[in-house]
């Protein structure tokens, strides 16, 4: 097979590389269609930014001049007002009265002039009309109750701007400016309203928009009340008062620009507004987006249309030397068929071998399975045959092999660091003592196990559990190397490390060190030892998976693990685990708080759990309990039970569901709005567990032992 392969890449290869020189015309053809389309892209973008800018700008400028008017029309009102409250002086109503006649033909003489005003006229102490400058003698009129009248007697001397209103004596649409008079004691003398023409206003806007349909003008109060709009809206319609526009004149923004949906017609535009100099008055002018959209869209047509007639003659090119490409390269393989059937062979061999060796991988871990469901076969099979009775011994065998298929899960699960760890605080110099017995158990009869354990060994947070495989799996891999026995220490003491080669930080840590006096490992097989899946025992005795559970065993409780070994010699294991320092007065509230039942204890259990075989199996144990279950396959469907008011002995949940939220999100949640409610978590996995432990919530790891979900539930059969 190497004389072959030697062979193969001694023979002259063909010098001509069609496939860079066919991948050199496929990127030239994506550059003539990428390039292009990103410069159009590019180029609209940028033209329709451009676009929206100078529309902007554009009723940014109609706004200042239709600000300019209204600040010329307004002081020059403000300004005939008050040559009238000048001319009144401290005139009550019934001076006013006497002097009727002077005082029509002066205010006729004072507002004739002005096109904007439509009429002048007093309103007495009481609201009564005194005197007019359409008509003589003022026709009997009470404007007590309307709210130009009350709101200029309340503001004086600040004016009044009313609602657009018909007018009835200059009989013509208009609104009105109101100031209120005082007295030489502040006493009220009565009002000065001017009546301002609308149509003045529509036909300087008019003017201003050039007869555009898109652009509007406007004229608004500060409280949002329209006063002017050309063009004006539709029959009855009426604009909201919730608006970003109305918004910012509630909060008294002298200028600004919005992009908004109109309230009334639900047209999107551009709009500018501007305060009217010292007046509760806005001016605006807005420009609909869509005719922006259209002008652009006519103008990027008509440069794609341009741009794209040099694109196709580079693309007719680049097609036409393809299938030039493509004829030559059939000419040359049809010449060169020989050193592609080789090459091809060899690349199959190669392949085969690959293969190989992965299904040599699978197999090894399919064996250990095969072995357990054997096991669960032969005894269900008995179990038949027996016709179900009798079956204390192949129940036994079946949980037996189910521990053993539980353990391998767990050890699969730990080097992917997703097996759920249930740390807590570990005495070492009482804990190892206690697990020594296992540990020489495994050991065999051949190995003597040694245990030093220094005095005052610093605790450490870790699964009590992984911790103890971890153990168990180096003395397994001593037993394998002493053959012949030999002696096998686990020596456990303090150690500060400042500046090792662990790569772990500075800080306090236990060590512990498991040596045996074995054959040794060779330096190459040392650096992989912690590899999963990598083995030196015989084919069927291994599945390489111990010392990679060690690794991610100690990695998980913040440590790392070292081998050292000698041919010959034997092998020393070090295990560095920080040194854990008490927080549970810190920490008590929430767990406690996770611990304490429901004040609403009702004796139903909220299942949570979208695999309905496991929510089957759990609601039976709860039912043996003497609860009532009630299931749910989301978290979502849980929350909106919850939040419809059902209460619950406890809400037993999965992590990983289908839905928006997951069993996290849900604990999260109850916490938050139900701080009462007990509630577990359940999962198989380890993700995302750091957040399910700061809220201080019992998981329950899958699967779990029967007495872990009693001890969460009060109900009573």
Request: hydrophobic share 45%.
């Amino acid at each position: 097979m190497q004389r072959a392969e030697r062979d193969a890449v001694d023979f002259p290869m063909p010098s001509r590389n069609f496939a860079a020189t066919r991948r050199v015309l496929l990127i030239v053809l994506a550059v003539s269609i990428v390039f292009p389309l990103a410069c159009l892209a590019g180029y609209g973008y940028f033209d329709y930014q451009h676009r929206v800018a100078d529309s902007n700008d554009m009723i940014d400028r109609l706004a200042r001049v239709t600000e300019e008017q209204a600040v010329k029309v307004l002081d020059l009102n403000q300004q005939v007002a008050s040559r009238i409250v000048d001319l009144l002086g401290n005139d009550d109503d019934a001076r006013i009265r006497a002097h009727e006649a002077a005082l029509h033909d002066r205010l006729r003489q004072i507002g004739g002039d002005f096109p904007q005003v439509a009429s002048i006229f007093l309103l007495g102490v009481s609201g009564n009309l005194l005197v007019s400058s359409r008509v003589y003698p003022a026709p009997v009129l009470s404007t007590t109750h309307r709210d130009d009248f009350n709101s200029a007697k309340a503001m004086r001397p600040r004016p009044f701007f009313s609602e657009p209103v018909f007018g009835a004596l200059s009989h013509t649409n208009v609104f009105n400016t109101a100031i209120g008079r005082s007295g030489a004691y502040g006493q009220f003398l009565g009002v000065v309203s001017v009546a301002l023409r609308t149509d003045y206003f529509l036909r300087f806007y008019r003017e201003l928009t050039n007869g555009d349909a898109s652009l509007s003008l406007g004229l608004y109060r500060q409280d949002g009340t329209l006063l002017v709009r050309y063009p004006a809206w539709p029959a009855g319609a009426k604009p909201t008062q919730k608006s970003p526009f109305t918004a910012a004149m509630r909060d008294k923004e002298l200028f600004g620009h919005i992009r908004m949906n109109s309230t009334v017609d639900g047209v999107e535009r551009l709009l500018a507004f501007r305060r009217v100099g010292d007046y509760p008055l806005y001016v605006t002018s807005a420009y609909a987006t869509a005719s922006i959209a259209d002008a652009w869209r006519r103008h990027f047509v008509l440069i794609a249309a341009i741009t794209a007639v040099p694109c196709a003659a580079i693309w007719l090119l680049v097609f036409f030397c393809l299938r030039q490409l493509a004829d030559e390269r059939r000419a040359w393989e049809r010449w060169q068929g020989e050193v592609a059937m080789r090459l091809s062979a060899e690349a199959a061999g190669r392949q085969l071998q690959r293969m190989g060796a992965l299904g040599n991988l699978v197999a090894n871990v399919a064996h250990d399975f095969n072995n357990l469901l054997m096991v669960v076969s032969a005894n269900t099979e008995l179990a038949r045959l027996k016709r179900y009775n009798n079956l204390e011994k192949e129940v036994l065998a079946v949980e037996r092999a189910t521990a053993t298929a539980e353990s391998l899960t767990r050890r699969l699960l730990s080097v992917a660091k997703k097996q759920p760890l249930k740390q807590e605080p570990i005495d070492l110099a009482r804990w190892l003592p206690s697990a020594a017995p296992l540990i020489d158990a495994a050991l065999g009869d051949n190995v003597e196990m040694a245990l030093n354990v220094v005095d005052n060994v610093w605790q450490v947070l870790a699964d009590p559990t992984d911790l103890e495989f971890a153990i168990m799996n180096l003395a397994v891999n001593a037993r394998d190397a002493m053959p012949r026995g030999g002696h096998f220490v686990i020596r456990c003491q303090n150690n500060r490390l400042v500046s090792s080669d662990t790569l772990l930080p500075d800080g306090e840590y236990v060590l512990i060190a498991c040596s045996d006096d074995g054959e040794g490992m060779p330096e190459t097989v040392a650096r992989r030892a912690f590899e999963p899946l990598f083995t030196t025992k015989l084919r069927g005795s291994g599945t390489g998976l111990g010392l990679a559970q060690v690794l991610a065993m100690c990695e998980q409780a913040g440590g790392t693990a070292k081998i050292d070994s000698v041919p010959g010699s034997g092998t020393t294991v070090r295990l560095y685990l920080p040194r854990y320092r008490d927080r549970r007065k810190a920490s008590a509230p929430n767990v406690e708080m996770s611990q304490q039942p429901a004040s609403t204890s009702s004796g139903v259990v909220l299942l949570v759990e979208d695999n309905d075989d496991v929510a089957a199996g759990v609601a039976a144990v709860l039912e043996s309990f003497g609860c009532e279950v009630r299931h749910e396959l989301t978290a979502d469907q849980a929350l909106d039970i919850l939040t419809g008011g059902a209460k619950f002995e406890l809400v037993l949940s999965d992590i990983q569901m289908p839905g928006k939220l997951n069993g996290i999100d849900l604990a999260e949640k109850v916490r938050s709005a139900w701080p009462g409610q007990k509630i577990a978590l359940m999962t198989g996995y380890a993700d995302e567990l750091e957040r399910a432990r700061r809220l201080g919530i019992a998981i329950l790891a899958k699967p779990f032992n029967i007495d872990e979900l009693h001890a969460l539930v009060a109900c009573e059969p």
